[in-house]
């Protein structure tokens, strides 16, 4: 899965599952954790959905904001599992 | 020796000029005995636990990491620890209440023998013990072959006492490098522990000796605006008494070039519960969150995915408040306090099931307001049952709708909650605690000058009041 792939399957689930707004313009760098859009329950649900549909398990530890505040960030830690 | 004593100060003092003159390796080595030293002038007993702590959980993390995946010895770690704490725990609550017990039932028997102290800082240095465990088992970290960093990590005389709670994951590795002490972080350390000197003088302890004592024995003697304005006092006196404590020993510890973790992100102005959580005692918050609420509500959400499954929504919190009540108290106040937490956590998510998500921060002002107000209302409600006894409690709520005469309560209230609202206010809108720095030279002299002032004021009152968190 590239790079470009993963952040849309991430996009698309945190707008449709999370923030229940598909048409929501969700940037690859808006903070979600520190702006409030994505708090530690709906980081689970995040977490799970990277388990089951990329196949990669990160760490509750780093469910942090510094690794899972944006898109980007979320994609560079997935990428990181899959190197 | 209080750490906000001169004599606290005086101390750090003589380890930092010591420190300065050795090399990276034996500062670590100067640091663990200064550590050790502090803790024997408040306890030679205290010392001997924690040394016992640190052999064992040291031998039980290269154990985890020689025997992989070392899930036996993981769990023994969790047993050693948990009882431990929940010895000293339970020895410090139930002990006094069987004695109050037996005392009332007319039999007089020697009490000496069975006090069973509880050590100061032992909740803050067994969390992190655990974690240091865990992620050693999740291959996180290496169990590590410096066995004096080991003990620093749990030692480490700023923190000792009531944290920041810091992982090993971030703290063993500044053990291992050289410190950089220049001179913006030796001015980020010096304004930290004046801010902390202010919040904890001038403002905690103001309000905490202002609270009278009969609030807590016949809250019915109180009309509905004291017991408001008291209870409210109490919160804030709280927040700055434990804000005040952690600036200043962050302060002091970036004089030796490590950065201690941040407790509170001015936490009186969470929109939600949420949010409260994020900003209150965070180095908490996140250990219960990594250890506690992520692994129970991950579990569930494997095996059901649904955002709208109850078990999912309501268990997770629920157990973490409560392991939160635990952990501050066994007593059966802390336990509601948390439980009601929890409660008002899993009441938030509820609320919001279903509707399309707005960030706090973009919702209209009036309603960020009422946010704020609705939050920080709970938040003290839960609190009467944390500070008073459970039928105190009960009292309390009773008589704030009943006694509703007209009586203003003490007017110092007002003049040490303002002060606390203002420098939270600064600090919130400037988007940095250390917003000050950033003010012309003047104004931070001027700044400089009323604040020593009303330290050095409000410090002749006597013997300086305990840290209230150094009682967990």
Redesign the interface.
Known sequence: MTENEIKEKLKTYICI?????KD?PLTDDETMMS???V???SL??I???I??EIGVKI???D??VEKMDTINLMTERIMQELK | MNVQSLEFFGFAAVVLALYYVLPMKKQNYLLLIASYVFYITLSYYFAIILLLMTLGNYLLGRKIEKEKPGRKWLLVGIGFNLMVFCFFKSAHFFVPEILSFISRLGLHIQTGSLKIILPIGLSFYILQALSYLI?VY?E?IPAGNEPANFALYLAYFPKLTAGPIE?A?TFLPKLSKQRVVDNKLLSRSFTLIIIGLVRKIVIADTLMQAVPAGLFKNPSDFSTMELVAWVTALLVGIYNDFCGYTNIVRGISGFFGIELSRNFNHPLFSRNF??FWNRWHITLS?WL???V???I??AL??RN?S?NNPVN?AL?PIVTMLASGIWHSFSPGFITWGALMGLFLVAE?SLSL????V????KPPLRQFLGIIVTVSLAITAGIFAFFTIPNALQFLKSLFSNTAWVLPDSRVFLMIIPSLVVDIIQYRGKNELVFLTYPLFIRALLLTVALTAIFLFSQGGIPAPFVYQGF
């Open positions: 599952e999370i923030i229940k707004n929501y702006g409030g859009l708090d530690s329950f689970v649900h977490a799970v959905f388990e089951k760490p509750d530890t469910l942090s | 992620d999740r996180q992982r994951q949420t949010e996140l969150r990594d250890y609420y992520f692994p509500s991950r959400v494997r995915p955002r929504i997770p998510r279903g509707r399309p998500l960030p706090p921060g973009k």
